[in-house]
């Protein structure tokens, strides 16, 4: 079964707006990270954060992972129409020998 | 950064026909390989790890008899889908990681879109 769930299931904002993208999971991690796909493609990673770290940056994105309630969230700032593509979050789950669960993702679409 | 690639792309097959798919790390060595398939608008689920040189490692739900997995290189493996159904039509997506370079980012292919007819 996923190990992740991700709301919203869909967004729409405009352009230069913060999009936010959460994620829950269900058992322990050693790492979490999110890609993103546009549609009928493969997937780009974004960001991976590690299970000690609390907060991460990446250019527009920033990524926060709260341990304690099993939970992350990813933040675009300033959206751009080329943003728009659907995330996911994958956990890379403790003992789970690296393999990456994905979670439901969230369509985004940022409009001009 | 690391490249993956599959081939073919696309492909469209008859019902009862084995399709074969290649997935290929193109800079590095990878030891383990991993297999996905997304149905539309749904997210990845994983098939198998794909081991070189020893048994793939289905998902509870796989059938290892119809999803042939071969890793014979440290830079190769492959995907058959034995006696396609259309049931089987969906994007199928490999990734692999470079163990080489510590890093736990899994690099992932284009996909093949693979249409059972």
């Known amino acids: 079964s996923q190990q992740g769930e991700e709301d919203p299931q869909a967004l729409s904002i405009q352009e230069g707006e913060n999009a936010t993208m959460n994620c829950s999971y269900k058992t322990s991690i050693n790492n979490l990270q999110w890609y993103r796909q546009n549609s009928g493609r493969g997937l780009v990673h974004l960001i991976l954060i590690r299970s000690n770290e609390r907060e991460k940056h990446s250019g527009r994105l920033r990524v926060t992972l709260d341990t304690s309630k099993k939970s992350s969230s990813l933040l675009i700032t300033a959206s751009r129409a080329a943003d728009t593509a659907s995330y996911f979050c994958?956990?890379?789950?403790?003992?789970?020998?690296?393999?990456?669960?994905f979670g439901t993702g969230t369509q985004l679409k940022v409009e001009l | 950064g690391a490249v993956v690639s599959q081939h073919p792309s696309r492909v469209i097959c008859k019902s009862g026909t084995s399709v074969k798919i290649e997935c290929r790390s193109l800079d590095f060595q990878a030891t383990t390989m991993f297999w996905y398939r997304q149905f539309p608008k749904q997210s990845l689920m994983l098939m198998a790890t794909s081991n070189e040189g020893s048994k793939a490692t289905y998902e509870q739900g796989v059938e290892k008899d119809k999803f042939l997995i071969n890793h014979a290189s440290l830079t190769l493996s492959t995907l058959t889908v034995t006696s396609a159904h259309p049931e089987d039509s969906s994007f199928y997506i490999c990734?692999?990681?470079?163990?080489?370079?510590?890093?736990?980012?899994?690099?992932f292919g284009p996909g093949t879109r693979l249409t059972v007819t």
């Open positions: 994958a956990t890379d789950i403790t003992g789970g020998g690296n393999k990456l669960t």
């Open positions: 990734s692999a990681r470079d163990w080489l370079a510590g890093s736990y980012e899994q690099y």
